[in-house]
């Protein structure tokens, strides 16, 4: 089996070439193996599945389906239906609101010492205290789906600042600058901080169709990090594509892929995906948007490019 280019990998990291996409195998890559997750001693963090079967136990989701009762975005619709927006997200609150150890990947990149643009699709604050602890500034950027007078706008933490800016996506790059800042956009929303009231979620299937829709129409990602992908290489850590969001959500990037997937060979931007037995399919997928996929354990990847740039892990 081919080894991903390790070397190619951090010199175009270290010279702020790559944007990273940190999806839910970054949040457990690092559980073992063998562990249960349990809600009211959490270790780590639960997977898409374990948290929606929390939720559809907790409000009696009318199923027995095993598939049904594991699909986070509809129980998550249900949870909302039968206690209300607020208590869904009080509950998922109280689920990603933990001090819970970053993992070689967060590591990974907190160690890196270009500025980065960073996108998550995770609810977790794992990156976040991974700068922190390494003692290294970053900005943040929420999409704002919790806030319905906000809904046109995402929430931009200037570092250090307690409390959020509301800025329209095409005015972001008035206020931020890529070359000189790394920033964290948390595409899906996230938990924020205790003593915060600024958590986001996208999490149910309404707020899937929103998030797609104002992303179709251009008024969901800010312009400014399309921008920033189109000559950068992309770099995918702890994405399934059979996960049909993820699948639309790349579709409608495409205008970032337009110098990975045309053009003169001299000339191609390479992209990367890391990714634990992916089956068939998905490495069919990744290859026809142009991503190379390597079967690996993603921490194992991120302490082996650790290894050898001879950093500290």
């Known amino acids: 089996m081919a080894e991903p280019p390790y070397g190619v990998i951090w010199n175009r990291l270290k010279a702020g070439r790559v944007v990273p ?19 009211q001693q959490p270790e780590f963090l639960p997977s898409g ?30 949870y909302g239906d039968v206690a209300g927006r607020r208590a869904l997200r009080e509950r998922l609150r109280d689920v990603f609101l933990h001090e819970f150890s970053p993992g070689p ?18 609810y977790d604050t794992l990156m976040e205290q991974a700068f922190r602890e390494a003692g290294r500034p970053y900005e943040l950027v929420i999409h704002s789906a919790d806030r319905k007078g906000l809904a046109g706008s995402v929430l931009w933490w200037p570092h250090g600042e307690p409390e959020p800016r509301p800025v329209e996506p095409s005015e972001l790059d008035r206020h931020i600058d890529l070359d000189t800042a790394t920033v964290l956009y948390k ?7 205790k003593g915060s009231e600024w958590d ?12 797609l829709s104002r992303m179709s129409a251009n008024q969901a990602v800010p312009a400014m990090f399309y921008s920033h992908c189109r000559d950068r290489s992309l770099l995918f850590l ?33 992209s990367w995906a890391i990714q634990s037995h992916p089956s068939e399919l998905e490495s069919r997928l990744w290859e026809k ?25």
Do not use: C, Q
């Open 187 to 193: 595409m899906h929303g996230s938990v924020v901080a």
């Open 105 to 122: 990947v967060h590591r990974l990149l907190a160690a890196v010492p270009h500025p980065l643009l960073i996108v998550a699709t995770n």
């Open 49 to 78: 599945a374990e948290l929606a079967t929390l939720l559809a136990n907790e409000a009696r989701y009318p199923s027995n389906d095993d598939v049904d009762r594991r699909d986070l975005a509809k129980v998550s619709s249900y």
């Open 21 to 39: 996409f940190l999806g839910a195998g970054a949040s457990v890559g690092h559980r073992p193996a063998d562990a249960a997750w349990r809600a």
């Open 200 to 211: 986001n979620f996208v999490i149910t299937e309404e707020d899937y169709v929103d998030f």
């Open 238 to 270: 702890g994405y399934s594509l059979r996960d049909w969001n993820l699948r639309v959500i790349l579709k409608n990037l495409n205008k970032a892929f337009s110098r990975h997937a045309t053009g003169d060979d001299d000339d191609r931007v390479p």
């Open 289 to 313: 948007r142009n991503v190379t996929i390597f079967d690996l354990d993603i921490d194992a990847f991120a302490d082996k490019l650790l290894a050898e740039t001879g950093l500290p892990k």
